[in-house]
Nanobody, 125 residues
Framework: QVQLVESGGGLVQAGGSLRLSCAAS????????MGWFRQPPGKEREFVAA????????RYADSVKGRFTISRDNAKNTVYLQMNSLKPEDTAVYLC??????????????????WGQGTQVTVSS
């Protein structure tokens, strides 16, 4: 069973940047797509970004396109989310997730089977 641990969250002013990391245990990390989701206070979990197992394909929510970048280092079993030009509406708990299968780059919650506990990102205005 894979374990995912996020880090890098915190408090930042609007316009600032943060880099989230998600470290995965297990030997199968490089075989699966990985994704980032977020859950704003009082709202449902929503897709942020995803990356294919070989990092060739990336997908983004419209709300973060051009500001966030997802990447991965399979040698380190780690996926990253670089967040620039942060806005107050980006405030949320950010969770990383591993894809359910070795195929495709999903963008829905149903496409992911393992989840981290999340890291809080707060953007002040």
């Amino acid at each position: 069973q894979v374990q995912l641990v996020e880090s890098g969250g915190g408090l930042v002013q609007a316009g600032g940047s943060l880099r989230l990391s998600c470290a995965a245990s297990g030997r199968t990390f490089s075989s699966y797509a990985m994704g980032w989701f977020r859950q704003p206070p009082g709202k449902e979990r929503e897709f942020v970004a995803a990356i294919s197992w070989d990092a060739i394909i990336t997908r983004y929510a419209d709300s973060v396109k051009g500001r966030f970048t997802i990447s991965r280092d399979n040698a380190k079993n780690t996926v990253y989310l670089q967040m620039n030009s942060l806005k107050p509406e980006d405030t949320a708990v950010y969770l990383c997730a591993r894809g359910s299968s070795s195929y495709g780059t999903p963008t829905s919650i149903a496409g992911f089977s393992s989840w981290g506990q999340g890291t809080q990102v707060t953007v002040s205005s």
